[in-house]
C-alpha cells in the first residue's frame, strides 16, 4: 500500500484514468462475450436525452462509444424540451416494461419543468444502470448488494488500483451532491467487509457553507481529498498535505487568458496542488472516463442479474 507517512519532493503521480478505464472496458468485454456465449442475449442499453444540451449530447455520445467497445447494444431517445413530465415517465415506464432493455439512464440534468428525483425513483431499479433510484441509493447506504453511481465507484476503483490506503485514514469530499458527493461519502466510510466492499476511512464532508478557513483546515488534515462542486481552482496549494492523494471530479469549462480558446479544468489548481500531492487526477483524463467505464460495469451487472431473475421464474 502507498504510505502517506513520507513525502518525496518530486512531482505528484497522475493518475491515468484513460488507461485504467480502458483497461476496465477490456475486462467487461471479456466478459460480456462469456455471458452470450452462456446462451444470454446481449445487454441492451437506453439513453434518454430531453432537450438539445450540447453537454449532455456528448455525455451520452461517450457512453454509446463505450457500449459499442465492450459489446452492449445501445440507443439513444432525444425527445424534445417541452416534453412534459407525464410524457417522459410514459417513456419510462415502457422501457421497464420492454425485456430487451436491460439498462436505462435519463441523462441529467432534465428541464426545470420535470423534477428530477421523480424521475430518477421512475426508472426500474433492477435497469438503473445510473444508481440514481432511492432504493439502489438506500441499499448504498445500508452496505447491500445494489448499483452503485458511476463516479463514485470509479473514484473507489481508481484508489484500489493505485494501492492508495483507506483504511482508519482522513477523507475529505468536498461537495454534497446526492448523485456524486453523498455516495462517494458512503463508500469512503463504509465497512469494507460488507456488500459494497466500502473502504473504511474517516469521512468529513464539507460543502458551499463551510467557511474557506475551515475548508482548508479540514482539506490540511486529509490523506485523500475528493472534490466535486463546479469551482474552478477551489483547491489550492497551501491546502493539500504533503502526500496527499487529491481526486479531482469537477468538470468546468472555461476561456484560457493566454490563447483565448475554452479548456476543461477541473476544481483543483492542478499545476499547484501536483507540487505537493502524492498522487492526482488531471481533468480531462482522470474521473471521467471512469464513469464511463463504470457505467458499463452496471449496465452488465445489471444486465446478469436480470437473466438471472428470468432464469428462476
Do not use: W
Request: proline share 5%; charged share 25%.
Amino acid at each position: 500500500m502507498f504510505s502517506f507517512g513520507f513525502y518525496s519532493s518530486n512531482m505528484a503521480q497522475i493518475i491515468d484514468g484513460k488507461s485504467i478505464a480502458a483497461n476496465t472496458r477490456r475486462q467487461l468485454a471479456s466478459e460480456l462475450k462469456e455471458l452470450v456465449a452462456a446462451g444470454h442475449p446481449v445487454p441492451h442499453l437506453t439513453a434518454v436525452i430531453v432537450g438539445k444540451d450540447p453537454a449532455s449530447e456528448k455525455y451520452v455520445q461517450n457512453k454509446m462509444t463505450a457500449c459499442r467497445e465492450v459489446g452492449i447494444s445501445s440507443e439513444t431517445k432525444v425527445l424534445p424540451e417541452s416534453t412534459t413530465q407525464e410524457e417522459l415517465l410514459q417513456v419510462i415506464a415502457e422501457l421497464n416494461q420492454d425485456q430487451r432493455v436491460t439498462g436505462v439512464l435519463v441523462q441529467l440534468p432534465v428541464p426545470e419543468h420535470i423534477n428530477e428525483r421523480t424521475i430518477c425513483n421512475a426508472v426500474d431499479v433492477n435497469k438503473d444502470v445510473d444508481g440514481f433510484n432511492e432504493l439502489n441509493i438506500g441499499r448504498l447506504a445500508l452496505d447491500m448488494d445494489g448499483i452503485v453511481p458511476a463516479t463514485p465507484l470509479g473514484v473507489k476503483l481508481l484508489l484500489e488500483h493505485l494501492n492508495i490506503e483507506t483504511r482508519g485514514r482522513n477523507a475529505v469530499v468536498v461537495g454534497r451532491s446526492k448523485n456524486v458527493s453523498l455516495p462517494m461519502a458512503i463508500l469512503l466510510h463504509a465497512d469494507g467487509k460488507y456488500a459494497t466492499q466500502a473502504l473504511d476511512a474517516t469521512v468529513t464532508i464539507c460543502h458551499r457553507y463551510t467557511p474557506p478557513k475551515e475548508l482548508a483546515r479540514y482539506c490540511r488534515q486529509a490523506d485523500i481529498i475528493v472534490v466535486a462542486v463546479g469551482k474552478p481552482g477551489l483547491i489550492t496549494k497551501d491546502m493539500v498535505k504533503p502526500g496527499a492523494c487529491v481526486i479531482d471530479v469537477g468538470i468546468n469549462r472555461i476561456k484560457d487568458e493566454k490563447t483565448g480558446k475554452f479548456k476543461l479544468v477541473g476544481d483543483v489548481d492542478f499545476e499547484e496542488v501536483r507540487q505537493v500531492a502524492g498522487h492526482i487526477t488531471p481533468v480531462p483524463g482522470g474521473v471521467g472516463p471512469m464513469t464511463v467505464a463504470m457505467l458499463m460495469h452496471n449496465t452488465l451487472k445489471a444486465a446478469k442479474k436480470q437473466f438471472c431473475e428470468r432464469k428462476s421464474s
